[in-house]
C-alpha cells in the first residue's frame, strides 16, 4: 500500500502546482454554488411554510413610520400601535392578529432568543418537531426549544434561563427539526423576509402565567409593529374595505397573492444574479480537472513503460492512474460534503448566532455532490486509461527513444 501510494504521488510530480490551482478551485466553485443552492432551498422552505400556514384570508400589514414616531419610547409605540389593533378587531369579519412577541435571555452565558405565541401564531405557524410536542394553551411553563445549544436537551428536562433581575426555570416539551423558520415580520413583501432561523429559541405559549412571571422579573416583551391581519373567508364586501382603508391610512399591506407572486420574483432574480459566477467556476474547474488528467496520463505514460519492464503489470499501473485520478476530483468533493455535514453548526458567532443567513443547506445536497463526483471520475479515468491502454509499454519505449 505505502508503495502504491509512492507511485501515485510520482504520478503527480511536476504537476502540483496547477494541480493544486484547480483543485482550490473546483473546491471554491462547488462550495458557492451549493450555497447558492442553499439560498434557493430557503426562499422554496419559507414559501412552503406561508403556504401552509392557512392565510389566503389574511393581509400582512406594514405601518408607515416616521421621525415623530421614532421619537417615541417603546411603550408609547406600542400604545400608538395598539389603537390601530383595537380598531382592527372591532370591524365584523377580522378573526384576529397574528402578532410576533419576543425578548432575549442568556442560557448557559450565551443569547437565547425566547418567542411569545399566543392561538393564533400557534395554528398558523407550527413547526416540524423532532420529538416531544408542538406548543399547546395548556402550556404554563413548558416550552419548545431549538438549536445546537439545546441539542442534548432531553424532552422533560428543565432549562434555567437568566431574564431580568433573576431566572426562570421552564421544562422542555418539545424540540424543533432543523431549519425550523420562524415568522419575524420585520418587514419585506415575500416570504423569505418573513420567516428567519432563528438558531437558540425557545417557544412558548404567552399565556397570564408566563406574564406574570416576566413582570416579576421586570422583563420587557417586544411586541413587533408588522403583523397578520387575519378575515374571516365570509367578511362583506364593505368590513372588508373598512379594514384596507385603515391600513391603508396607516401604513401598507400586501395580500396573500401579493407575496406569493413577490416570492417568485425574489427567487428568479437570486437565481439570475447569483448562480452565473459559481457555474461558470464549476464548468471551468471541470474542464480544467478533465484536461490536466489527459495530460498528466499522456505525460506518464514513458515513466509507466518502464515500470512495466521492471515489473509492474499493466492492471497495477491502470489501478495508480486510476487512484491519482480519482483523487483530483474526490478531495474537492468530499471537503464540501464535510462541510454540509457539519453546516449550519459550523458557522456561528461568538454569541452561538448562525452567522450564514438565509441559507438553508442540508443532507440532500451531497446527493448531487456524489453524482458529479462519480460522474467526473468515471469520465477522467475512463478516458486516461484508453489513452494508456491502447498503446503497449515496448511501443511507447520505441515512440520515445
Known sequence: MKKHMKLVWEYYRGSVPSLLII??????AIYTFVNVLGINNYIG?????????SLENALYYIPAKNDDYYMLSAEEQQAQDAIVKKQLLAIDGVEGLCVNRVLTGLFQDKFVNFILYDEEMISRFK??????????????????VGGSMFENTEIGESVVCTLGNGTLTVTAAGKMAYPAYIPQMLGGDSADRLFKCYDNVIMMYDSSFLREQLNSLGVYVTEYENYFVLLESDISDANRNAVTELLNNTGRYYTYDDIIENTNEVNSYRVKTKLP?????????????????LLMTEKKLEEYSIYYIVGCSKKKSICIIATALLIITA???????????VDPYMFRTDDGR??????????????????????MI????????FTYIKKSPMEIRRRTE
Open 23 to 28: 483543485m482550490i478551485i473546483m473546491t471554491f
Open 45 to 53: 422552505y419559507a414559501k412552503k411554510v406561508y403556504m401552509s400556514s
Open 127 to 144: 413547526l416540524d418537531m423532532s420529538s416531544g410536542e408542538w406548543i399547546s394553551p395548556a402550556f404554563t411553563d413548558e416550552c419548545v
Open 277 to 293: 459566477f459559481p457555474l461558470y467556476a464549476f464548468i471551468i474547474s471541470t474542464v480544467a480537472a478533465f484536461s490536466l488528467s
Open 331 to 341: 478531495v474537492p468533493c468530499l471537503l464540501n460534503i464535510l462541510n454540509i455535514l
Open 354 to 375: 448562525i452567522y450564514k443567513d438565509n441559507c438553508y443547506i442540508d443532507s440532500s445536497m451531497i446527493i448531487p455532490i456524489l453524482i458529479y463526483m462519480s460522474g
Open 378 to 385: 468515471i469520465l477522467t479515468v475512463v478516458v486516461a486509461l
